[in-house]
T-cell receptor, first 115, second 115 residues
Framework: AQTVTQSQPEMSVQEAETVTLSCTYD???????LFWYKQPPSRQMILVIR??????QNATENRFSVNFQKAAKSFSLKISDSQLGDAAMYFC????????????FGTGTRLTIIP | DTGVSQDPRHKITKRGQNVTFRCDPI?????LYWYRQTLGQGPEFLTY????????KSRLLSDRFSAERPKGSFSTLEIQRTEQGDSAMYLC?????????????FGPGTRLTVL
């Protein structure tokens, strides 16, 4: 079974600075998808960024980028120019490409933005 | 399109009572997923539907849990004889064939408290 580990329960960053959230995963599969989801307080979870395992190029979405290291099974999220609205729980998630539709989530990292 | 909606948003019940939650997916999303999220944890997969067919069930979904999607649109999740351990946030998500079902859109969740 696949597992996802987020070793940073909490992180904080000064507004306008850069922060990196860590995620590692364990799988025996070669083809899969990785995601970062954001869950603001009392609001619904939204997708931040997605990475296909077969793509070597790291995904980027505006201020959000990932560092995908397939051999190391590492998938970190970098948030540049942090904004107050970035404050949330961030979950790393894994999904097999082989027809198993479930997302397997880590335990999350709570990100605080310091004004 | 108003996104995934869930009803009720909060439910308080006494141990031993039955509860039912409803999820309305984004229109034309033919896949619908249920997850459970306990405090301090990431969401855990419960089950998913493609149209009206329930295609996968987690071992977390005990005999007291039943999910339906009778017409391939909205879904209900029923918990019979609730226990205090059932207290959690129940999340619903939906996805469409566009982009290969690679993004699951989440609803706001139903928070269940069992006294």
């Amino acid at each position: 079974a696949q597992t996802v580990t987020q070793s940073q329960p909490e992180m904080s960053v000064q507004e306008a600075e850069t922060v990196t959230l860590s995620c590692t995963y364990d799988t025996s599969e070669s083809d899969y998808y990785l995601f970062w989801y954001k869950q603001p307080p009392s609001r619904q979870m939204i997708l931040v960024i997605r990475q296909e395992a077969y793509k070597q190029q790291n995904a980027t979405e505006n201020r959000f980028s990932v560092n995908f290291q397939k051999a190391a099974k590492s998938f970190s999220l970098k948030i540049s120019d942090s904004q107050l609205g970035d404050a949330a729980m961030y979950f790393c998630a894994y999904r097999s490409a082989g027809g198993n539709e479930k997302l397997t989530f880590g335990t999350g990292t709570r990100l605080t933005i310091i004004p | 399109d108003t996104g995934v909606s869930q009803d009720p948003r909060h439910k308080i019940t006494k141990r031993g009572q039955n509860v039912t939650f409803r999820c309305d997916p984004i229109s034309e999303h033919n896949r619908l997923y249920w997850y459970r999220q306990t405090l301090g944890q990431g969401p855990e997969f419960l089950t998913y539907f493609q149209n009206e067919a329930q295609l996968e069930k987690s071992r977390l979904l005990s005999d007291r849990f039943s999910a339906e999607r009778p017409k391939g649109s909205f879904s209900t999740l029923e918990i019979q004889r609730t226990e205090q351990g059932d207290s959690a946030m129940y999340l619903c998500a939906s996805s469409s064939p566009g982009q290969g079902y690679n993004e699951q859109f989440f609803g706001p969740g139903t928070r269940l408290t069992v006294l």
